[in-house]
């Protein structure tokens, strides 16, 4: 006789569907064709290592987009025959601006502006995904 592998006892005539243990009546949960080892699990141990995976995407592309809307803003500002240009460096949340010319503070305080609001919507997005 096949002992149940979950409860080591009585006698097992059932298959879970999951993990293939032989398991008793009492060991088994008929609705979901598991054993109760399998039927006790987190069902989304996958999807919770999904939303991991894809909340590191999120934030990989939420970094991605900043880098690309800096380096548009770069190109914006420092247009040729302008004299002036600023640079916007995020240093984590942190946004610094340098400048150059004789629009530089009207420029540097503009992007700033830009880059805030940019750090607003991607706050706001992280905070919607929790
Ligand atoms: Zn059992
Ligand atoms: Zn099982």
Redesign the pocket.
């Known amino acids: 006789m096949v002992r149940c592998e ?1 409860c080591g006892r009585a006698p097992a005539g059932r298959f ?6 032989i ?1 008793c009546e009492s060991c088994f949960d008929p609705s979901a064709e ?6 006790r ?1 987190p069902q989304k141990g996958f999807q919770k290592v999904g939303a991991e995976i894809l909340s590191w995407f999120m934030r990989l592309f939420l970094v991605g987009l900043a880098v690309a809307f800096v380096g548009s803003l770069l190109v914006l500002l420092s247009l040729p025959g302008e004299g002036s240009g600023v640079f916007i460096i995020l240093i984590g949340p942190i946004p610094i601006g340098l400048g150059y010319g004789s629009h530089a503070s009207t420029l540097a305080a503009v992007s700033l502006i830009l880059v805030t609001a940019c750090i607003i919507v991607t706050l706001y997005v992280r905070k919607r995904l929790r």
């Open positions: 979950v879970c569907l999951r993990c293939n243990a398991v598991k054993c109760v080892v399998c039927t699990l």
